[in-house]
């Protein structure tokens, strides 16, 4: 196969398949790939006879198809016998990027564009026809100086912690209608905790308390009154230590399941950390929790 065009993401091709043996030769069923998938064959294909094997084949993106899909039959050199599907795909309309993929840290407000590429990219109009979230906007691009139109995407930056979404955009034109984008922006905080999660080994119920460090770039930081989201534990501020949290485990009440092999809570880690003001650090207990007495 070579260049392959198509409407709707769809190609179509077919390949000749003979049978050079003497004998009969029984077809059975032919693998699809990720991409292509096979037409009908029939059943059995007598000795110098040919057969159109069709292939219908989809792709999302410009650029380099390969695939593979395996004819199964009775020939005792080739039981599978591969096809390799190779091509280059030129759609009607698509994006030059699989995906929109940002970086930054807390503060620092990036953009990353994507442009539109396929025969019908001069003709499209973007459109946003999809909802935006908050802190992420959308930029459309004129085609301009030999560059096709596009879209740049913008991530503020304005909290710590990873988004991801799909973007629709109305085309203008009569196929394709849409187009999507999909997009990750991470933005990492100025925060950190260590350890991220807290374990306690339980002993007859009884545990030892653990620490829970807290730091941050920001000058100034300070930490706030940590609180229990859930769970049988404890929290206060070390008060010889500033920026460490003291976790216990208090026991389970009287009348909890006295064979009950662990127990699960959270706790909100609580500062001035503008990046991260709240912080979830999971809390963790391992054997035997047996109620209090």
């Known amino acids: 196969m070579g260049a392959i065009g198509f409407d709707e993401q769809t190609a179509a091709a077919s390949i000749m398949l003979r049978n050079e ?160 984008l999909s997009w990750v922006c991470r933005v990492e905080g100025t925060l950190t905790v260590v350890p991220d999660n807290v374990s306690f080994d339980l002993v007859d119920g009884h545990a030892r308390p653990q620490i829970v460090e807290v730091r941050s770039v920001q000058p100034g930081f300070a930490l706030r009154s940590p609180r229990i989201e859930s769970g049988p534990f404890a929290a206060r501020l070390d008060p010889a230590q500033p920026g460490r949290i003291e976790v216990t485990f208090t026991g389970l009440p009287a009348g909890a399941d006295r064979d009950a092999r662990g127990v699960t809570g959270a706790l909100i880690v609580r500062s001035n950390d503008r990046g991260e003001p709240r912080r979830r650090v999971p809390l963790l207990g391992f054997g035997r929790a047996a109620p209090a007495p």
């Open 21 to 180: 043996g003497r004998a009969p030769l029984e077809i059975g069923p032919v693998e699809r790939s990720r991409f292509c998938a096979p037409g009908p064959l029939p059943p059995r294909l007598a000795p110098g006879a040919s057969v159109a094997l069709l292939l219908t084949c989809r792709s999302d993106l410009e650029g380099r198809l390969r695939e593979r899909v395996v004819v199964r039959s009775n020939d005792p050199d080739a039981a599978a016998f591969p096809i390799d599907v190779v091509g280059t795909v030129v759609p009607s309309l698509a994006f030059d990027v699989p995906s929109i993929d940002i970086t930054t840290v807390f503060g620092q407000a990036r953009a990353a564009e994507a442009r539109l590429v396929g025969r019908r990219a001069a003709a499209a109009r973007l459109t946003l026809a999809s909802p935006l979230p908050r802190d992420i906007s959308v930029e459309r691009l004129e085609g301009a100086r030999g560059a096709p139109p596009g879209v740049r995407l913008h991530c503020r930056a304005r909290a710590a912690g990873k988004q991801v979404g799909q973007l629709a955009f109305a085309t203008a034109l009569d196929v394709p209608r849409e187009i999507r």
